[in-house]
């Protein structure tokens, strides 16, 4: 029964470590091909990426705080428990907002406005902002293949994940059905 414990710092290396880079290597991806499609630059499509990302690396450590089974004792200790608990619903509902929000301005096409064309260093210069105008260049075509390419990687990451994922519900399974039939034996 020792080997279905999780200690603290295999808890830690093998569990939270690789779920922010899971988390955050699919939209880190995306901002970079966004930020090279033309204009290239921050601009509103590869700034929602890193928003995004930005929103679930803050949560996964939110959420071990917040679920964590202390029991709090003082005044203190529950004011920082309401803290946490508040700031993790923040959070949460501005990660839901942002998720929601971006798939929607995709799909009805706001990125696709003048503004959204315009990149974040010219913003508070809007004045002096340059938009090309342009529907068809040779930049915006050369950046269709990275679309492409990362599109196939995300494809083949999913597949791996998922794969990863059968493996390790088949290996807890059986670890649970091995630690059964301990107490079962046990009795």
Same mark, same amino acid.
């Given at each position: ?8 710092r295999e808890y830690l290396g093998w569990i939270i470590l690789p779920t ?17 499609? &033309? ?21 996964? &450590? ?9 029991? &709090? ?11 946490w608990v508040l700031v993790f619903s923040l959070t949460l509902l501005l ?23 315009v990149n974040t260093d010219m913003w508070l210069n809007l004045d002096n ?59």
């Amino acid at each position: 029964m020792d080997n279905v414990r999780v200690k603290k710092r295999e808890y830690l290396g093998w569990i939270i470590l690789p779920t922010i880079i899971l988390i955050s290597l699919p939209p880190v991806a995306g901002a970079v091909v966004a930020w090279q499609t &033309p204009p290239a630059g921050w601009g509103c499509r590869s700034l929602s990426f890193v928003t995004y990302a930005g929103f679930q690396i803050v949560l996964t &450590p939110l959420y071990f705080i917040t679920t964590c089974k202390m029991v &709090p004792r003082t005044m203190t200790q529950r004011v920082i428990r309401w803290f946490w608990v508040l700031v993790f619903s923040l959070t949460l509902l501005l990660a839901l907002f942002t998720s929601i929000s971006t798939t929607l301005m995709q799909i009805i096409g706001v990125f696709r406005n003048c503004f959204c064309y315009v990149n974040t260093d010219m913003w508070l210069n809007l004045d002096n902002a340059i938009v090309n105008v342009a529907s068809d260049t040779k930049n915006r075509r050369n950046a269709s293949d990275g679309w492409i390419v990362m599109g196939g990687v995300a494809t083949v990451f999913m597949a791996i994940c998922s794969l990863f994922g059968w493996w390790f519900q088949m290996n807890i399974r059986a670890t649970f059905e091995d630690a059964i039939r301990d107490i079962d034996e046990s009795f």
